[in-house]
């Protein structure tokens, strides 16, 4: 008989020594390989070797060669926190980083590739299969420049309470893009949208706390804009786009938290099962008044008006036409019904409307998304795990029910989400601190930092991002202190006083009469040249 092998605590310990020191060599050997990229990239082009006569180190190969070595150790060491890879997943960025070294600083964005090949699939047309993990750096260029023109409405709303055009856009329609360096997205301001919250609130609900305002009723809710020619050609198409932002005024606010359904379009009964959507996003996206001076029509009435105007002028000249239609919060909310109602009235965009969401909340009922499926809508809800709205609204009775997913999956008046969900990680961020608050968690400028960072599910923060981090602390205090970015920095100079130099005295300046907002269309007519 053959002796069989006998597991002795002596070869017990043999072995554990054996492949520590398999670990240690593996290290030490990765570690090595690492330290010899760094030493090469910062060497000039002289010092490097004779053979190769290479005069610069590309960055792509780098990170590449880093990203090896990263996966080859974290299959080494179970001990995440005290291997190299997280090491090399510490924040790059120090607080000198950001002194400002005019152009010898990183762009803060890629440069942009013609995607007219693959526009349909980016714009939703395959439902995002297989762009999404990992995440197809062209797409996640496509939708940080949707989520740039949301936060343009953030920035450059006037919600300054001892304003009398508070709740108003600071500037008009024909140089938004250019005051705050959006202009390289090559698409113009055609039409400004504007909302009322038609409800009976307290005084210290209004806007303004002057008794002389531009409007009690109405707010700036967003605009409608479109590709010039040149990056028209870009993308492969003339797109037309439609931004609403979130909320901002407490009787926005008032609106988001009703739970009730109201009959969205009594014409159309899915299934025999009337479409049905929040109330308070209806009231929104709908209400009208004779005596409001920018609500004559309705949001609603405003989009679907300069969107047929502007497809029908593309398409007579037979160009290929697409509508997205982008917003955060309470303004995804807005994007949807307003989805519904251009892929149900405007026939020349079938299958051509897409909405890319940020934070958005649920909207309506089963009916609702059934509609929306067959009308051909296509829509991405980009959403942090850290952010609540998306749960909204009916909080804790949706969680409930959809832990009865079997049951419930058939009831009509429980809340559903549409589309196809991009789940991201704000604590994926190595920029962000722990203890962020949940207010922070929803902030659309930490959604486009986390979505510039995110590669796959499965990976961390991207080391080659390039958005400006610290856009994060524009409204927010989520970076980390060592940084030193002050906490909610982005503002009005001076919050809004200028000094006169003759009489020595602080003063609230006047607006340019162009950039008082106005019901009617100001300014020279859109021109949709680059």
């Not at 932002?245 to 938290?257: A, I, S």
């Not at 679907?304 to 919060?329: A, D, P, W, Y």
Request: charged share 25%; net charge positive; glycine share 6%.
């Amino acid at each position: 008989m053959e002796k069989s092998l006998v597991k002795t605590p002596l070869r017990k310990l043999r072995r554990r020594g054996t492949k520590r020191s398999w670990r240690l060599k593996q290290k030490l050997k990765l570690t090595w390989k690492f330290i010899k990229i760094q030493v090469r990239s910062h060497l000039p082009g002289a010092f490097l070797s004779t053979k190769k006569r290479l005069t610069h180190v590309k960055s792509r190969n780098q990170d590449q060669e880093l990203a090896q070595v990263a996966r080859k150790i974290c299959k080494i060491s179970n001990d995440s926190t005290s291997s190299l890879a997280f090491l090399l997943q510490l924040p790059k960025y120090s607080a000198t980083d950001f002194l400002d070294r005019g152009d010898l600083m990183t762009p803060a964005a890629s440069p942009r590739e013609n995607i007219s090949k693959m526009w349909r699939e980016l714009h939703g047309s395959k439902n995002w299969e297989n762009i999404l993990d990992p995440l197809h750096p062209w797409l996640r260029r496509e939708i940080t420049k949707y989520g740039e023109f949301v936060e343009s409405v953030y920035d450059s709303l006037d919600f300054d309470p001892l304003s009398e055009f508070c709740g108003s856009c600071r500037y008009n329609r024909n140089k938004l893009f250019e005051e705050l360096g959006l202009t390289r997205h090559g698409y113009k301001v055609t039409k400004y949208i504007y909302a009322m919250s038609h409800v009976d609130v307290p005084q210290w609900f209004l806007s303004s706390s002057l008794g002389a305002t531009w409007s009690k009723d109405s707010n700036w809710m967003g605009f409608v804009a479109v590709s010039g020619d040149r990056e028209s050609l870009r993308i492969g198409r003339r797109d037309i786009v439609v931004a609403w932002r979130g909320t901002v005024t407490p009787t926005e606010w008032f609106m988001d938290l009703r739970t009730s359904k109201e009959p969205f379009d009594c014409e159309s009964e899915h299934g025999k099962r009337v479409v049905k959507v929040q109330s308070g996003f209806f009231s929104i996206y709908n209400s009208k008044s004779e005596l409001a001076r920018y609500n004559k029509e309705s949001a609603s009435e405003q989009t679907m008006e300069e969107v047929k105007r502007l497809v029908k002028f593309f398409k007579e000249r037979g160009e290929e036409v697409s509508l997205t239609i982008t917003g955060h919060s309470l303004g995804g909310a807005l994007a949807l019904m307003n989805a519904y109602e251009a892929a149900r009235d405007v026939p020349e965009l079938s299958g051509n409307v897409s909405v890319i969401s940020f934070g958005a909340p649920r909207v309506g009922n089963l009916a609702f998304k059934e509609r929306l499926n067959s009308l051909g809508v296509k829509v991405l809800r980009v959403v942090n795990k850290q952010d609540i709205v998306p749960k909204l609204p009916g909080i804790v009775f949706n969680k409930v029910l959809n832990k009865l997913n079997p049951i419930t999956s058939k009831l009509n008046w429980v809340y559903r989400h549409v589309g196809t969900q991009l789940k991201l990680d704000v604590f994926s961020s190595p920029y962000v601190k722990r203890d962020s608050d949940l207010a922070g968690s929803h902030n659309l400028e930490v959604y486009l930092h986390v979505l510039d960072g995110f590669h796959r599910k499965k990976s961390g923060f991207r080391v080659n991002a390039r958005r400006d981090v610290a856009s994060v602390n524009k409204s927010t205090d989520m970076l980390l202190d060592h940084l030193r970015i002050p906490e909610c920095w982005y503002q009005v100079a001076h919050k809004g006083l200028i000094l006169n130099k003759q009489t020595g005295r602080w003063v609230k300046p006047v607006r340019a009469p162009e950039d008082i907002p106005s019901p009617l269309s100001t300014g020279q007519k859109p021109m949709y040249s680059s």
